[in-house]
């Protein structure tokens, strides 16, 4: 009898411990916690426990997981981590570690409910990723766990038959479809700059692979990588700063400041050229003023001069060798004629944001040059980049030639 204990409790805890932890550290990893993912994994496992001897044998994975959100709650507040970041980690440790536990079990309904959650659990991973590239709210991973995980135990509830889980499992996905209702609607409300600011203050920023979906110009996306959903792919950043040390430019103007990342990479090939400035603006106050500090503490800011007001009342003094328009896409093609008098001759448009899948901006600039003004070349990046000359500049340079 102890044998058959150890084979039918033991292993599964055993295994689902192990699946546990496999999980939390890569999480733990891609989210850049701080804390370790032993130490998360075995305060998880206690308050599994502790939840499934408490509640007893009936609701004893039910009590499983209200131990495993308990312990979420404690770890975060004693570690001062955000309470549901630490509650989509620990949803996607518990959905597999009730997997590969299950599927451990002696065979029979419950090795199938263990197949389910491993359904479950990869899909909560593939919504940690998304919630991470997409910038989606905290709280949306273990929300998605609390349905899931409450319409797999209903089904069970039925198949077995087993009251407990039924009403378990209605309890479960009614807590998830309210935290969902909360959360989500309060996450649109806000600013997509406003969520990256707030996450990148949070957790740091790290390169991750590139977030857009591909395109025929641009069909595998992943090889790119990036700092957020908004500012340019790192390899447009590269290019950027090998473009003005290879131009010499005196005045780059760049609309659209953002996080001041592209601005750094400005700079930096200003740096190294030893002369220049480049504008930056940006409209949002907020904004404006978390990119400020950063171009402050960059040792950069010689070499920048920021200003915060809308890039179609930009006034520049001389004329502008390089211009990088990558401000609200709306706004794309009117601050680009705005500017586009000021373009020195032998000068250079890039226009971010250009790929067929977002389309505004290459429309835009497919259109000023139907009429005449530019002269455009489609760069194949993830999210497309307009490479343009003044028409009157290339045509000028022709009959130079």
């Known amino acids: 009898m102890s044998g058959f204990f150890h084979l039918r409790f033991g292993l599964p805890l055993a295994i689902a411990a192990i699946a546990g932890y496999l999980v939390v550290r890569d999480d733990a990893r ?86 389910a959650f491993l359904f479950i659990s990869y899909w909560l991973w593939q919504e940690g990723r998304r919630s991470i590239q997409w910038q989606r709210p905290r709280g949306i991973v273990f929300g998605e766990f609390l349905v899931l995980y409450g319409v797999c135990r209903t089904v069970t509830g039925y198949l077995l038959p087993a009251s407990t889980a039924i009403i378990a499992g209605l309890i479960s996905l009614l807590a998830g479809a309210v935290l969902l209702a909360i959360i989500v609607p309060r996450f649109l409300r806000t600013r997509e700059e406003h969520r990256i600011i707030a996450d990148v203050s949070a957790t740091g920023e790290s390169l991750q692979p590139e977030y857009t979906p591909a395109t025929p110009e641009c069909p595998h996306p992943e090889l790119w990588k990036m700092y957020d959903s908004m500012s340019a792919e790192a390899e447009v950043l590269d290019f950027l700063k090998q473009l003005v040390i290879t131009l010499k430019p005196n005045l780059v103007v760049e609309t659209g400041t953002f996080m001041g990342v592209s601005t750094l990479a400005i700079a930096q090939g200003l740096q190294q050229n030893g002369f220049g400035r480049v504008i930056t603006v940006e409209f949002d106050p907020k904004v404006f003023a978390k990119a400020k500090e950063r171009i402050d503490a960059s040792g950069l800011a010689a070499w920048i001069d920021a200003r915060n007001h809308s890039s179609l009342d930009l006034e520049v003094d001389g004329p502008i060798d390089l211009l990088f328009s990558d401000s609200d896409i709306n706004l794309r093609e009117r601050e680009v004629r705005h500017l586009l008098p000021q373009i020195s001759p032998n000068g250079l448009i890039l226009i971010h944001d250009a790929s067929s899948h977002q389309k505004i901006v290459r429309e835009a600039a497919l259109r000023l040059e139907a009429e005449g003004l530019i002269s455009v070349v489609l760069v194949p990046t993830p999210r497309g980049l307009v490479l343009a000359q003044t028409r009157a500049g290339r045509d000028q340079a022709g009959d130079l030639s």
């Open 30 to 115: 891609r989210r850049r916690l701080s804390a370790g993912p032993l130490v998360i994994v075995v305060a998880l496992m206690a308050g599994a426990l502790a939840g499934a001897v408490l509640l007893g044998s009936h609701l004893g994975v039910s009590g499983a997981v209200v131990g495993v959100v308990v312990a979420a709650l404690l770890f975060a507040s004693a570690s001062r981590l955000s309470s549901l970041l630490m509650l989509d980690v620990a949803a996607v440790a518990a959905a597999a570690g009730m997997a590969l536990g299950r599927i451990a079990e002696l065979p029979g309904a419950r090795a199938l409910e263990g197949i």
